[in-house]
Each structure stands twice: as C-alpha cells, then as structure tokens.
C-alpha cells in the first residue's frame, strides 16, 4: 500500500517575524526533501470548528479568529505569533490529519504523514502557545475514537521539547495512550515522570541534555516498546519532531538522523504487529535546523513507506 503525504501550500502563508525559528522554509526544505519519493500526494483541507470542537471549546476558535490580523503580525505570547495567513494555515494543517485518520482508517494509504505548519503538540484547551494554534495530534486521536470508533489510540511524540499540549488534551482520555520523551530541564517546564493522567495514560520519559542516539534506543527498548505492545493500539499517531537532532539550535540532546529513521522504523513494525495492523498517522512537529530537518523527516518518511509496502 502507499503512504500518503498531505499538505497544502497555503500552510507557507503563515508568516512569522524575521529571525523566528518556526519559519517558512522550515516547511519548504521538507517538501523539498519528499520530492523525489513516491508518495500517494493529498492536498488538505481545512478542519471545520465542529471536528475542532473535540479538543478545543467554541470559545478557542472564536479568540483565534479575533486574534488573526489583517496585516502585519499579532504576537500570541513571546514565541508564537500570527500574520494574516496563520488561521488558514492553522485550519489546513488540522484539517490535513483528520484526512490522514480518515485514509488510513480506510484503508486507502497504509500510513500517512501531515507535512504541516503551524505546528501543534503544545497548544492545549484554550491556550495557543509554543507556536502552535491547535492540537493537531490530539485531534487525530479523539477523531479516530469518536468518528472512527476506535477503542485504543496510541500517539508518540519523539519532539525534542515536551508535548504538553497533547498531554492536557487528552489527560482524561482512558483510551489514548500518550508517550512522550523530552529533554528536561527545557521549555515548556512539563513533562515529569509523575505527570501521569486522570487513568495512568500518560508516560514521559524525560532526557538529560547531552544525551545521544543510544541513550534514547535504551529508553525506547526498555520503557516505550513494552507498553505499547501492552496497550495494543488500533492506531498510532506519531508526533514527528526532529529538533532532538545534534545540530538543531533550540535543544541539547545529541540524536542523528539515522537515530530517528531507527525509531521511526521500530514504532512502525509494532504497529504492524499489534491491533494496529500498520496503521499509523504521523504530523510533522518540531525541527529548526533546516538541513538536519529536511535529513530526518525524508528518513522518517522513507520508512513509513517501507512500512506501508
């Protein structure tokens, strides 16, 4: 089967001031990167405020829409900011994994990765932050829950940064499974161990700065593979930050790109194996070094495709 690639180029107008790390040519070299690949290619389409409204009450939407300028720039918080494209943009890039869900679920791709911006995995209830306007991720797996009638979803966020956003959207969610490594002490402050969910559906697994490559594979061996094999899930969502890599400007931890096409490729084979069987949505979260970006995200892809075959 193919893996399907899905994006639109309307997530380039969301335009960041200058010198912002989340820029527009972070999404340029990805798609660059993926090319060449054979990808079953999707143009997305925006999320309706109703799919949205799993995750996020009216009221975050509405201050959105008040937020988003006509010109120029409106600043969120200190990191995150809007121009006149970022709604649009926000609404494709939800928009786009809902489509992913729905084609694997499908069965008409085999796997599905959401090449996107802004991204999503820190935004929470009512509360856009860390770039991010929705959460992506979570809509994913309260969509596949509620719409698709799943009973057990897993997501995985390998993003260098801890996906609190995911965390707090799904913090009550007995059916979702979220996994997090972060490296710690770094932003957003959340992530502990203890921080474990309203049922033990929480597990993070914070990473010393400097760590490398084999610190995490023993962390992934030991912890993360045995409960998601526990879990058995019927669908697994990938939040594919690659700004864990030894080069990117905004972390310490010391990964390669050959560290997350290992990952990639182990995350894949247990959903092969489990009630997944191989279904596995993934959207694109951190990264800020663009050639260490662009390095990891075509390994990731290459073997979602070799996973989907």
């Known amino acids: 089967m193919a893996t399907a690639l899905i994006t639109h180029a309307d997530c380039l107008n969301h335009v960041t001031p200058q010198g912002h790390p989340e820029q527009v040519a972070r999404l340029e070299h990805v798609l660059h990167a993926l090319a060449g690949l054979d990808l079953e290619r999707v143009t997305a389409r925006e999320a309706t405020d109703d799919a949205l409204g799993l995750v996020h009450p ?14 120029g720039y409106h600043q969120i918080d200190g990191d995150t900011w809007m121009s006149p494209g970022s709604l649009r943009a926000g609404y494709l890039a939800a928009g786009a994994v809902l489509q992913a869900v729905e084609m694997v679920m499908s069965g008409t791709v085999g796997n599905a990765f959401a090449a996107i911006r802004p991204p999503g995995h820190h935004a929470e209830k009512t509360t856009p932050m860390g770039f991010c306007l929705f959460g992506n991720a979570a809509l994913a797996a309260k969509t596949a829950l509620e719409v698709h009638g799943l009973s057990r979803v897993a997501v995985v966020d390998f993003d260098v940064h801890h996906g609190n956003g995911t965390q707090d959207l799904l913090w009550d969610e007995a059916r979702a499974l979220v996994i997090t490594s972060q490296q710690m002490p770094l932003w957003p402050g959340t992530g502990e161990p203890t921080e474990r969910g309203a049922h033990g559906n929480i ?13 995490m594979r023993a962390v992934y061996e030991s912890r993360v ?12 969502i990938i939040s594919a930050g690659f ?37 596995v ?6 990264g800020y070094d663009l050639a260490a970006l662009s390095a990891s995200a075509r390994a990731h892809v290459e073997e979602l495709m070799e996973a989907a075959q």
């Not at 009216?58 to 010109?71: C, G």
């Not at 597990?203 to 610190?215: H, K, M, Q, R, V």
């Not at 409960?227 to 669908?235: K, T």
């Not at 990964?255 to 084979?269: K, Q, S």
């Open 243 to 279: 700004d864990a890599h030894q080069d990117d400007p905004l972390a310490q931890l010391n990964w390669t790109t050959e560290d997350f096409r290992w990952l990639t490729a182990e995350l894949c084979a247990i959903a092969k194996a489990c009630a997944a069987e191989g279904r």
């Open 225 to 236: 593979f045995p409960r998601l094999r526990e879990f058995d899930p019927e669908l697994l």
């Open 281 to 286: 949505v993934s959207t694109l979260e951190g």
């Open 203 to 215: 597990l993070n697994l914070p990473l010393p700065p400097a760590s490398t490559g084999t610190e």
């Open 58 to 71: 009216a009221s975050h939407m509405d201050a959105l829409k008040a937020a988003a300028p006509s010109e």
